[in-house]
T-cell receptor, first 117, second 111 residues
């Protein structure tokens, strides 16, 4: 149980284009999901908290107009990197909090590797 | 959330127990200790969590000191597949509370 899936696993795009990454909780509902970014040899950096049916909460320094987050259902959150540039190349990882748990463990997707040319 | 301190790296022989320490001297009474690991180029994997009692599951054991200022994650019989970065995170165990990662410990299991 507690499976989180991301799609695509990897994507290559041209500079200036937009890329959408999906995060799905396959066997549970998640009111809250989180998006992280990880550069090579660094730890995960939290980008934003995604709440079903409401606006996402972004961490300090993360541009909300560049990283659009939509959480339209209890099993799906999407991250759109708009007007991507080479510096946006990174490993993007989502996680979901299973509704009903009271101790807050999170479950992570496999990650999506974005390369912007 | 309380900060944690972990050694940057550790080595362990295959088949032996791997004991990964974590210091969290400023932990509050309502904060849990969580352990996750990240194998190269994958998303983090939940391992175990606890509040004050020792915990065990199919993956590992978590030993928390009586004063809760430190803990140890034990992998009883490490295999090469356990080579990963291990993160110890302390935070309030409420639904929807975010998880902030530190640098973690790189565990290298060697044959």
């Amino acid at each position: 149980g507690a499976v989180v899936s991301q799609h695509p696993s990897w994507v290559i795009c041209k500079s200036g284009t937009s890329v959408k990454i999906e995060c799905r909780s396959l066997d549970f509902q998640a009111t809250t999901m989180f998006w992280y970014r990880q550069f090579p040899k660094q730890s995960l950096m939290l980008m934003a908290t995604s709440n079903e049916g409401s606006k996402a909460t972004y961490e300090q320094g993360v541009e909300k107009d560049k990283f659009l987050i939509n959480h339209a259902s209890l099993t799906l959150s999407t991250l759109t990197v708009t007007s991507a540039h080479p510096e946006d190349s990174s490993f993007y990882i989502c996680s979901a909090a299973r509704t009903g748990t009271n101790t807050g463990e999170l479950f992570f997707g496999e990650g999506s590797r974005l390369t912007v040319l | 959330d309380a900060k944690t301190t972990q050694p940057p790296s550790m080595d362990c022989a295959e088949g032996r127990a791997a004991n990964l320490p974590c210091n969290h001297s400023t932990i509050s009474g309502n904060e849990y200790v969580y352990w996750y690991r990240q194998i190269h180029s994958q998303g983090p994997q939940y391992i175990i969590h606890g509040l004050k009692n020792n915990e065990t599951n199919e993956m590992a054991s978590l030993i928390i000191t009586e004063d809760r200022k430190s803990s140890t994650l034990i992998l009883p019989h490490a295999t090469l597949r356990d080579t990963a970065v291990y993160y110890c995170i302390v935070r309030v165990g409420e639904y929807g509370n975010k998880l902030v990662f530190g640098a973690g410990t790189i565990l290298r299991v060697k044959s």
